[in-house]
């Protein structure tokens, strides 16, 4: 059984230029958390999906970022017009249900940067 | 917000067991109290995550104050892949987010 699948693990973008974030839960998971960790910081909460839902999004920034979890397929973070400020490693996690009871698997990550 | 507070760092000498402590004086009696790590580079691993009696699992135990006022983490036998950042979380009732402190960065010295 495959872990939480990201990519890619490194990705480099213009300013100005849009990124995607792909994430892939273990199979049977339900439930997608992504995560934001700017250089030696810790990590902060963005949003929280189920399928086809967003579920909670009290961390995402307002504009320029957007998030997805279609009935098939990956999770998708999505980065409009990236500044350098968004440079930063970008954590996704599942569950089968919420991290309440059950653990959480973290992928390795994706590290933006914005040049 | 239930909070949990850590110290910033430790220091423990490999193959000695490591204990890391954690307070949460404001939990309700329904949070459980989860530990993560996150070693250099990688993303956040589970370790261990309990109520109110104590757990072990191949990782670690996991101690509980009678009042489940704090915790505490022990690495029986600590090596150097162990040197990471602890996270103390409190799995609140009424979010379904795991919420990230700053964590203890603990340190091995061969």
């Known amino acids: 059984n495959a872990g939480v699948m990201q990519n890619p693990r490194h990705l480099v973008r213009r300013r100005g230029q849009e990124a995607r974030l792909r994430c892939s839960p273990m199979k049977g998971h339900s439930h997608v958390y992504w995560y934001r960790q700017l250089p030696e910081e810790g990590l902060k909460f963005m949003v929280y999906l189920q399928k086809e839902n967003i579920i909670d999004e009290s961390g995402m920034p307002k504009e320029r970022f957007s998030a997805e979890f279609p009935k098939e397929g990956p999770s998708i973070l999505r980065i409009q017009q990236v500044v350098r400020g968004d440079s930063a490693a970008y954590f996704c996690a599942s569950s089968h249900g919420t991290g309440l009871i059950t653990e959480a698997f973290f992928g390795q990550g994706t590290r933006l940067t914005v040049v | 917000d239930a909070k949990t507070t850590q110290p910033n760092s430790m220091e423990s000498n490999e193959e000695e067991p490591v204990h890391l402590p954690c307070n949460h004086s404001t939990i309700s009696g329904t949070d459980y109290i989860h530990w993560y790590r996150q070693l250099p580079s990688q993303g956040p691993e589970y370790v261990i995550h309990?109520?109110?009696s104590n757990v072990n699992n191949r990782m670690a135990s996991l101690a509980i104050a009678e009042d489940r006022k704090s915790s505490t983490l022990i690495l029986h036998r600590a090596t150097l892949r162990d040197a990471a950042v602890y996270y103390c979380?409190?799995?609140?009732?009424?979010?379904?987010?795991?919420?990230f402190g700053k964590g203890t960065r603990l340190h091995i010295l061969p």
């Open positions: 309990g109520l109110t």
């Open positions: 979380i409190l799995a609140m009732n009424r979010d379904d987010k795991i919420i």
